[in-house]
């Protein structure tokens, strides 16, 4: 993926808030949709701390760009999902024209903040993989302390299909689902809230244009079939979850609610910040070639700072600042999202436009980087104390879990990708 005019860190927008902008400068340029008080669902571009509608951005846009904007005016983001990489770049090189400093043209803009967003495309599939070596490790290690990754994680790009109905954008409150605990304390099930209620850092993927079932996507096309990139939260209850999942996969745990950030991330505003996929280490097995590309090899990672904070009802009484969980990278995934695309429809599964993907809980080799509680607190025997002197084994009602990432390298202009908040709600 190429760099070209609308990376140069140089490059300003007449929109003055977007210059210097820690999230959303120009060369950001993040797809969503939002509405207006009442009014109807609309895509737009984020640009500082204002919002740009495609439909504003058609009139004075040309060919494939116009096409695309068209597509991405409405509800949901899946029509222009579903065109594929060509008209989203042509659509990205005429947003950042018409926003550039120097552009004479001056669409209507909204205010982020008199905005709420919502979705942005209609989730049809979502799947969770497994793909963060550290927490796959930290969480085998509290079963099987000798051999803690199961021998088939660096074979297979392990994963679930999850629940769609489910996700919800940023801000949206989280009940504390019910459902059956047994802890080894209890001899018998109970029905209740859920005791060990817990999040986990995750990154997610949106697909673009799709296959047909029975053609799998190889891996050297994976990446033309990647439409950009969320944070995700999938909150998962602990206590329902090693209840339940003996022996298949999640289901209550995980079901209740997925959150994300409601901006779509390009593959294009990415570019500056690829990097190589960390080398398997010394004696892991070299994956099948339906999972091996030189250039994924090469390039086909991202190197995003990726940060947890928590916000108790008590910090926010005494208006104190959210506390830091952990801080951890995208480069602690060993499968690349490309590998993912491919092993996904190895089958012949077939993916359509708005499909999601979370990577797996991403954490650091550090304990300053883990991204879920049951890291940190090692399954609730080992709560950490907070800087108000509260103390936490999982999360409590009223707490609030906020996500943040943040692309930053020498020479290219920073971006964000908004935040992926949300506040537990007491069980009903
Ligand atoms: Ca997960």
Redesign the pocket.
Known sequence: MSLDATHDPKLKSWVTSANGHAEFPIQNLPLGVFSVKDGPKRGGVAIGDRILPLAEAVPHLKGAAKKAAKAGAGATLNALFAMGPGARQALRTGLSALLAKGSEARPDLVKLKDATLHMPASIGDYT???AGINHATNAGKQFRPDTPLLPNYKHVPVAYHGRASSIRPSGTPVLRPNGQRKPASEPEPSVGPSRNLDY?M?FGVWIGSGNAQGEPIAIADAANHIAGYCLLN?W?ARDIQGWEAQPLG?FLA?NFCTSISPWVVTPEALAPFRAAQPPRPEGDPQPFPYLWDEADQAAGALDCELEVLLLTPAMKKAKEKPTRLSLANTTHLYWTFAQMVAHHTVGGCNLNPGDLF?S??ISSTTEDGFGALLEITQGGRKPITLPNGETRRFLEDGDEIIFRARCTREGAAPIGFGECRGVILPAR
């Open positions: 969770d993989f497994f986990e995750e999938d998962s999640p995980k979370g797996g809980t």
